[in-house]
Structure formats: C-alpha cells, structure tokens
C-alpha cells in the first residue's frame, strides 16, 4: 500500500495501518491521506484513496467505492479495537482535482498536469508559483512552467503543492499568457 501523508497523533500508528492495508489492498486502491483529527463535530479518521498509477486522481473512486472501503474498514476497526473508548466518523473519499502533492514521487507522477507551489522562499520574486508541472529531472529538480518561463525548483523549497484545474483549458480556451499571481488571486477564495 502506498501511503503519501499520515498523521495518526494519539493512536497506535501500525496497530491502525495493519487495519488499513488490507481494506485498501482488497479493493485495488492507495491511501493518499490517513489523518486522525477533531472537528467541530468530534473526532474523525479522515482517509482518502486513489487507484495506483493513475495520472488523474479521481480516476475509478466512485461513491460506491468509498462506502464499500468504508463499511469494511469501519467494521475491521471495531473488531481490532484500533481507537479504543474514542467516539469518532470514518471519512472515506478522493482526493479530487486539488489533490495535494506530497513529494518527489507526486511531482513525477502528475507530469503534465497544472499545479500550485508554495515556497518557503520566493522565486523570481514570488512566493506561489502556478503552472504546468513537467515532473522531475534527472538531477532532481522539480519542473515546473509558470508565467512563460521554466523553473526548476530544489524539492526542500516546496512548502506545499496541489494539482489545480486550469480554468482557460476546462472552458476550451488557451491561457493568453496571464500571470499565475493574477489567477491565484481570483481563485483564492476557494482555496479557503
């Protein structure tokens, strides 16, 4: 099972993974996200899942999916006794079109793809970069064409990415050259 971010504070970490693994290995998919957390509605151990190898994230995880994995793991939980005395929601779904990328292997995975960098430090000025990642180079650098100019970006300088939807390509329309600061901007309010 690949597994590209956990935080699992407060349980048993392989106790709840040797749970885990199985339901994912038997319904043919990976765990993206496995987090323990509270909300305002109580504890939840929220996982996210996606077919492996797939370039789109969404590919193959259908609704009907993620009850299946949910029932099975819900009730495997209960019997291993993984989060003893805790009330808490098992969340299951997909990662989505902003699915965060976690590292050097999602960088090459999601080649082609139009993504959103934070940096902790800024790049020709610029703190977030959006644009056409083109995976890795074979010196290890991330690749990544934002504003018309290529960057190639040291790993340890990625605070956060996601794969974002590029609105002019969804609506059939080519990008005309705006500034990735001029359309992160727009969309910032659904990054919220």
Known sequence: ?????????????????????????????????????????????????????SADPAAGVTL???????????????????????????????????RALYGVRDYARFAGKTAKFKLREPVDGQRVLRGALHGMSEDGFVLLTADGKEHRLAPAIIESGKLTLDFDLAKGRPDHGRSSQKRAGRSAPRDR
Request: glycine letters at 8%; one cysteine or more.
């Open 1 to 53: 099972m690949q597994l590209a971010h956990e935080s699992l504070k407060g349980l048993d970490r392989d106790r709840v993974i040797s749970v885990v693994e199985p339901i994912l290995r038997a319904h043919g998919v990976d765990a993206v996200e496995l987090i323990w957390r509270s909300d305002s509605q109580g504890w939840v151990l929220y996982l996210t899942v996606e077919r492996p190898g």
């Open 64 to 98: 009907d999916l993620c009850a299946e994995i949910s029932r099975d793991l819900s009730a495997a939980l209960d019997v291993a006794d993984c989060i003893p005395g805790a009330r808490y929601r098992l969340e299951v779904g997909s990662p989505g079109i902003d």
